[in-house]
């Protein structure tokens, strides 16, 4: 007997629509056989009305089949929450455990056999959903995965490598489901989402980002995606170990950071600009006071003197909101040697320039855009939604005098991410800011789904390398060769 037959004899519903066809098949006499042909001697339009009714009634048992399952784990689960209202969740093994014992007497007490696969399976699915985050926990604790999708109840989504795939093995019950699991994302983090508010930015306790948006917004259900970041961060050798950066790059940067030299990591969505960000940060020197201003704090600084200041949306009036911008204007009075925003996206661009350009140095920062000339407008514009009405000269001289150098970060068409340009800030040429390109990335070919190329110098020695110099790093002078690189 399979487990569908088992749950519903367990649950007292009655048998599908394929039981009784079966048994009405049974007592319904042969018909005899078409001595001709072995044929049938219906019509033709006849044995296809029977074969619809049929496949029909096949689908009906198996949606039957499911329902009862759900039903059945629903109500183990419902039973489960009731009896555990005096165990002291503070202690993830030992709740568990409890759960584990309370969840085989309930079996026992509903008369349910099931096989030692099969019990392990249903605890898991409902240990998810009263510990974890319901289906998509066993996803949220693959390595492989880093960044998962849901589209509605039915429809999930998993990158794997950069590349997305449905995951059809995962699914949940129904938008209700969807939305017990939403409320345990956001209501740790004092935040809220309903139909007045029906978008949310958080993130997991682990760190993962993640954007949250539902009905009536989102008109195929409830729909969440979770940037996944690695439980041990990412540091520059794995970076070099796949393909993003060179060891001379890594050597360059390095120095850069501990000169101070302000930064700003640039990309598209999903090009890895906080991964780079996060590995920027770890070259800044332990004894250095280092203040962080994020919208959902997702940065994993190792240091010893970190501040993380996070965002924080309005409430239900409307009221209590504090921006990133408010944060950064804060954040110049806590004495910051170094000031690291997750992400520039408005007014908060004219602040953090204002602050580099007043001793702040070693500032980090990221931003969207799609090249480094991209991303001197994106600034200039950001600039202007801070709401004062200044002339364009005075911001690109504020962008020329703050900003050191840009790297930018890309997802390839392969789904690698890769650095494809360090740029540096030179000044002001007239009213336009000059800029040139130290690395770049060359595309050499497109092999077995790969792109191969290479990063490699262009042959222009940066001007701020008397500012190295000045904080103790020497650079080998072939890093900016022309013929230097690798694949």
Do not use: W, Y
């Not at 039973?79 to 014992?101: G, T, V, W």
């Not at 919208?295 to 003197?305: I, M, R, S, T, V």
């Not at 962008?399 to 000044?427: C, Y």
């Amino acid at each position: 007997m399979s487990i569908l037959d088992r749950l519903k004899n367990s649950s007292g519903a009655p048998s599908g629509g394929t039981n009784n066809a079966s048994g009405a098949a049974q007592q319904r006499p042969q018909q005899p056989s078409n001595a001709g042909g072995g044929g049938s001697n219906q019509p033709p339009q006849q044995q296809a009305t029977r074969a619809n009714d049929a496949a029909s009634a096949a689908r009906a048992s198996k949606e039957g089949g499911n329902n009862t399952q759900s039903e059945f784990k629903q109500r183990v689960q419902n039973k489960l929450l009731a009896e555990m209202d005096n165990l002291d969740s503070a202690r993830p093994q030992e709740l568990r455990k409890a759960i584990e014992d309370l969840f085989n007497t309930i079996l026992n007490e509903e008369s349910v056999v099931l096989s030692r696969a099969e019990r392990q399976r249903l605890f898991e699915a409902i240990a998810a959903d009263i510990l974890g985050f319901g289906p998509i926990q066993l996803l949220l604790e693959d390595d492989s995965i880093s960044e998962i999708m849901v589209n509605g109840p039915k429809n999930i989504f998993a990158e794997r490598k950069g590349q997305i795939t449905r995951v059809n093995n995962v699914t949940f019950d129904d938008d209700a489901h969807v939305l017990r699991i939403i409320d345990r994302i956001v209501a740790p983090l004092g935040r809220r989402v309903d139909e007045s508010s029906p978008m949310v930015d958080a993130r997991l306790p682990d760190g993962s980002r993640v954007n949250i948006v539902i009905r009536p917004i989102a008109l195929c259900g409830p729909t969440i995606t979770i940037r996944k970041f690695a439980k041990t961060p990412l540091t520059h050798h794995d970076l070099i170990r796949f393909g993003s950066m060179t060891p001379e790059i890594a050597d360059f940067l390095r120095g850069c950071i501990i000169a101070a030299l302000n930064a700003v990591v640039s990309g598209g969505t999903g090009s890895g600009k906080t991964t780079l960000l996060n590995v920027l940060s770890s070259f800044i020197p332990n004894d250095e006071r280092i203040i962080t201003v994020e919208n959902a704090a997702e940065l994993q600084l190792q240091q010893e003197h970190v501040v993380t200041l996070e965002s924080r949306p309005s409430n239900v009036e409307g009221t209590g909101a504090v921006t990133i911008q408010d944060l950064v204007v804060n954040c110049l009075r806590m004495r910051p040697e170094r000031i690291v925003v997750g992400e520039c996206r408005s007014g908060e661009a004219l602040d953090m320039l204002q602050a580099m350009n007043t001793g702040h140095d070693g500032s980090l920062t990221t931003l969207h855009a799609n090249t480094p000339r991209d991303s001197v407008a994106r600034l200039e514009v950001m600039c202007l939604m801070a709401g004062m009405d200044l002339p364009v000269r005075a911001i690109r001289e504020q962008i020329a005098g703050a900003v050191d150098m840009i790297v930018q970060q890309a997802r390839l068409r392969d789904g690698s991410r890769k650095i494809t340009h360090i740029t540096e800030i030179q000044g002001m040429e007239g009213d336009m800011i000059t800029m040139s390109d130290l690395f770049e990335f060359e595309q050499l070919g497109f092999d077995n789904g790969k792109i191969i190329g290479r990063i490699r110098p262009t042959g222009i020695r940066p001007k701020f390398m008397e500012r190295l110099e000045d904080a103790g790093i020497t650079l080998p002078p072939q890093i900016f060769s022309s013929g230097g690189g690798r694949r």
